[in-house]
């Protein structure tokens, strides 16, 4: 039952975040010729030789090592919606002035269209999912308090 009272307690995804840096060992690696003019096209020699078209070279003898891998998380973030949010999201939208044919295709405009035969939790859900791509994510889950 929705009154004055309701809110919306919505938890967005926002993808992976790094939590712990990886660690590495660096690499072993020499350069002849470092101060050529040019910067000219690159060759493979071999798979650890490189020589460019003026005359500088990069030998790898070890390349860079992964000691430990860097660990990523899921990034929520939860936002509280007030009453007028929910007002709003069940309201039928109203018809532009301008631009009305590439609205009715976006998820407004579909919801616009069939407003009669929706229910009060797929307007919401059209609605929650308009924020949360505009957050930069998507919706994880919502409650209704």
Do not use: F, Q, W, Y
């Given at each position: 039952?929705?009154?004055?009272?309701?809110?919306i307690l919505l938890t967005v995804s926002r993808g992976?975040?790094?939590?712990?840096?990886?660690?590495y060992k660096e690499a072993d690696?020499?350069?002849k010729n470092p101060f050529t003019t040019k910067s000219g096209r690159w060759r493979q020699l071999?798979?650890?030789?490189f020589r460019s078209e003026d005359g500088e070279e990069v030998i790898i003898h070890k390349p860079i090592q992964t000691i430990h891998q860097p660990e990523y998380k899921e990034s929520t973030q939860v936002v509280?919606?007030?009453y007028h949010f929910i007002q709003?999201?069940?309201?039928?939208?109203?018809r532009p002035r301008k631009g009305f044919y590439h609205w009715i295709k976006t998820p407004i405009g579909k919801l616009f269209q069939d407003w009669k035969h929706k229910s009060d939790e797929q307007k919401l859900q059209v609605h929650l999912e308009?924020?949360?791509e505009s957050l930069g994510g998507t919706?994880?889950?919502w409650e209704l308090l």
């Open positions: 039952m929705i009154d004055n009272t309701s809110k992976k975040s790094l939590t712990k840096v990886g660690a690696v020499t350069v071999n798979s650890s030789h509280n919606l007030g709003n999201a069940l309201t039928r939208p109203s308009e924020l949360a919706v994880k889950s």
